[in-house]
T-cell receptor, first 113, second 110 residues
Framework: NAGVMQNPRHLVRRRGQEARLRCSPM?????VYWYRQLPEEGLKFMVY????????ESGMPKERFSAEFPKEGPSILRIQQVVRGDSAAYFC???????????FGPGTRLTVL | GQQLNQSPQSMFIQEGEDVSMNCTSS?????WLWYKQDPGEGPVLLIA?????ELTSNGRLTAQFGITRKDSFLNISASIPSDVGIYFC??????????FGAGTILRVKS
C-alpha cells in the first residue's frame, strides 16, 4: 500500500509566477489536508478537503492561495503570484475518515527567488 | 487559538540513555499524536493516543495521554543513533485539523 505521494519534491519559482503542488492520498483515503512548515517551526494547518469539497480552509491565506480535490486525480494546492515569504515546505496528509489519524507525504519544498 | 507547548526544545543524550519529552496545552484535545521528522522528509507517525490516561508503547517508545487531555509525554528507552531527528506532538481538534508543537530536536552522542 503506497503512502501519500507528493510532487514535485522541490520547486523553484521566481516572484510573480504560479506554483502548483500535487498530492495523491493513500489508497482508500478520501480526506486530504495541507500544512505549511517554515524553517525550524512546527507544521501549520492550511486546508482540509474531501473529494470535490473544501471542508475547512481557515488556515489558508485569503489571497493567492487555493486548493482543490477533484473527483478524479490528485489534490492541488495552487499559489498564484508567489512572493519570497511563500518559501516553505508544504505537506499533504490523508486519512480514511475525518476524525482519523493523518499520514503525511514527503512534502514539497518551495523556494521563491 | 490553540497552542501546544513542547519541551525541551532540544537535547543531547548519550547512546543507550532514556529520554523524555512532553507537550502541554491550555486546550483539551480528543486525540494526541507523536510524529518524528527526519531532515528533508515528512512527519512519520509514531504513536496515536485516543483516550485520557491511555499509555501506549511502540517498541522502545512509550507515550501517555494526560488524564486532563491537556498534556502528553513521549519516552524513548535505550537511545540509538537513528533516533536523531525532530519529534513533534500534535493534537487533533474538531475532527480535522492538527495543531503541532514546535518540536524537540534530538541529537545523540555516539
Amino acid at each position: 500500500n503506497a503512502g501519500v505521494m507528493q510532487n514535485p519534491r522541490h520547486l523553484v519559482r521566481r516572484r510573480g509566477q504560479e506554483a502548483r503542488l500535487r498530492c495523491s492520498p493513500m489508497k482508500g483515503h478520501s480526506h486530504v489536508y495541507w500544512y505549511r512548515q517554515l524553517p525550524e517551526e512546527g507544521l501549520k494547518f492550511m486546508v482540509y478537503l474531501q473529494k470535490e469539497n473544501i471542508i475547512d480552509e481557515s488556515g489558508m491565506p485569503k489571497e493567492r492561495f487555493s486548493a482543490e480535490f477533484p473527483k478524479e486525480g490528485p489534490s492541488i494546492l495552487r499559489i498564484q503570484q508567489v512572493v519570497r515569504g511563500d518559501s516553505a515546505a508544504y505537506f499533504c496528509a490523508s486519512s480514511p475518515t475525518g476524525g482519523d489519524t493523518q499520514y503525511f507525504g514527503p512534502g514539497t519544498r518551495l523556494t521563491v527567488l | 487559538g490553540q497552542q501546544l507547548n513542547q519541551s525541551p526544545q532540544s537535547m543531547f543524550i548519550q547512546e543507550g540513555e532514556d529520554v523524555s519529552m512532553n507537550c502541554t496545552s491550555s486546550s483539551i484535545f480528543n486525540t494526541w499524536l507523536w510524529y518524528k521528522q527526519d531532515p528533508g522528509e515528512g512527519p512519520v507517525l509514531l504513536i496515536a493516543l485516543y483516550k485520557a490516561g491511555e499509555l501506549t508503547s511502540n517498541g522502545r517508545l512509550t507515550a501517555q495521554f494526560g488524564i486532563t487531555r491537556k498534556d502528553s509525554f513521549l519516552n524513548i528507552s535505550a537511545s540509538i543513533p537513528s533516533d536523531v531527528g525532530i519529534y513533534f506532538c500534535a493534537g487533533l481538534i474538531y475532527g480535522n485539523k492538527l495543531v503541532f508543537g514546535a518540536g524537540t530536536i534530538l541529537r545523540v552522542k555516539s
